[in-house]
């Protein structure tokens, strides 16, 4: 170290001595000090005061999940989808890199307003090697996979919790602290009548219902997330969800779900993304790059739902055709995992 500091010093004498010793002292702090047991006491207590007043709770969310002030916050995230049959293990299906924007704005009284906009591109599982066509383990059917875009959608986080106009979306559970982190789960369900009816979509529609059930979790470094000081800080995101099978899977009503394992965190910006993953999502969903273009809402499933009319109407949906004949569903001991 001596060596290397010396070698600096030599380097920088244009810059001055003082200059040099602070940039020589910056380039060798590490990460604070994990708090200690009094310290970590005292952040709980600070908390709890905290969570005790509705206004403060919600400016609490709003500094982790996203920004006090008049700000716009993005996320990637990494989402791993597997297919639950109803028995046997989780089947790895595909992956989905996933960003996120949202224009976080307060309103009044603790509320926040915020426009969620959010796209995705499939991959093989596991990997960034993206794909426009997968095949299905459980019918040996290859199926077309549409890239998603959902946006904008309006959404108000406010301390009236899930009352009345200030409700959450989604609603955030008991935050709690655990070690030197504060984490903020939420919960969403949804039970909707699909509007894929089975008797005349067949393998497309899941049933007369659509269940979705999904869990995200923020959390942030606990000196961070109560500094009433700071607007926004960097949080950990993770998810996992429950859900109806998506109609292109062409699993019909046959027993079980897919199930999401995500994770990721907030971002700076689009330079944040490996180049790679940038020149896919520049590729398959250009939108996010064009806020102020994309003004109407987009919705992933109401889209695939027309283009499903749409071929009916043309004459040429698969499942019309007089020679089609649904794929079996296999069972979970006779699919080779991928």
């Known amino acids: 170290m001596s060596n290397r500091i010396g070698g600096f010093f030599r380097k920088t004498r244009g810059i001055g001595l003082l200059a040099a010793a602070s940039l020589a002292l910056a380039s060798c702090q590490q990460a604070p000090e994990p708090l200690s047991p009094a310290e970590l006491e005292e952040k709980r207590a600070e908390l709890a005061n905290i969570l005790d007043d509705p206004i403060k709770r919600s400016n609490l969310i709003a500094r982790i999940m996203g920004s006090t002030e008049e700000a716009e916050r993005h ?79 309006p959404r108000q986080y406010g301390p009236g919790l899930g009352e009345g106009a200030d409700s959450f979306a989604p609603d955030p559970l008991n935050i709690t602290m655990i070690g030197d982190r504060v984490y903020v789960p939420t919960l969403t369900r949804l039970t909707v009548p699909n509007s894929l009816q089975p008797e005349e979509w067949g393998v497309y529609s899941s049933g007369e219902t659509v269940y979705w059930d999904s869990m995200l979790v923020f959390s942030a470094d606990a000196r961070d997330a109560l500094d009433e000081t700071k607007t926004h800080v960097p949080a950990e995101i993770h998810m996992q969800n429950l859900i109806s099978w998506a109609p292109y899977l062409k699993l019909g009503q046959s027993p079980g779900r897919t199930m999401v394992r995500a994770y990721g965190q907030h971002i700076s910006g689009y330079d944040d993304l490996p180049a790679d993953i940038r020149a896919n999502f520049e590729k398959y969903t250009p939108e996010i790059f064009d806020l102020e273009s994309w003004t109407d809402l987009r919705m992933d499933a109401a889209e695939l739902a027309m283009s499903l009319m749409a071929q009916r109407e043309a004459g040429t949906l698969d499942i019309d055709q007089p020679d089609y004949v649904a794929p079996r569903i296999k069972r979970f001991d006779e699919v080779v995992i991928p």
């Open 75 to 153: 996320a990637f995230m990494k989402f791993h989808i597997f297919g639950y049959a109803g028995d046997g293990n989780l089947i790895p299906f595909f992956t989905m890199n996933n960003y996120i924007i949202q224009e976080w704005s307060p309103d009044e009284n603790g509320v926040f307003n915020v426009t969620h906009r959010e796209v995705a591109y499939y991959s093989k599982f596991d990997t960034n090697e993206a794909i426009d066509e997968w095949e299905n383990p459980l019918t040996g059917e290859t199926i077309k996979l549409p890239h998603f875009v959902l946006g904008p959608v």
